[in-house]
């Protein structure tokens, strides 16, 4: 069984662990108040609901 000679050195194991978190794109749910999309446990941007009770006051221009 082959096994490393030397220990990949701190620079190498971030490398390799940056590309793995590199590929995964925020995941995009539906606003039940305006149907706009937006991050999941968050307000809402366009409309400043979350779990149903408006926490921001969005201005329209």
Same mark, same amino acid.
């Given at each position: 069984m082959g096994v490393p000679k030397r220990k990949p050195s701190r620079s190498r194991q971030r490398m390799r662990r940056a590309y793995n978190s590199a590929l995964k794109l925020p995941q /995009?749910?539906?606003?039940?108040q305006c149907?706009?999309?937006?991050?999941?446990h968050r307000v809402c941007p366009s409309c400043g609901y979350y779990k149903g009770r408006?926490? /921001?006051?969005?201005?329209?221009?």
């Open positions: /995009l749910g539906q606003c039940p149907a706009e999309p937006y991050i999941p408006q926490i /921001l006051t969005i201005k329209t221009a």
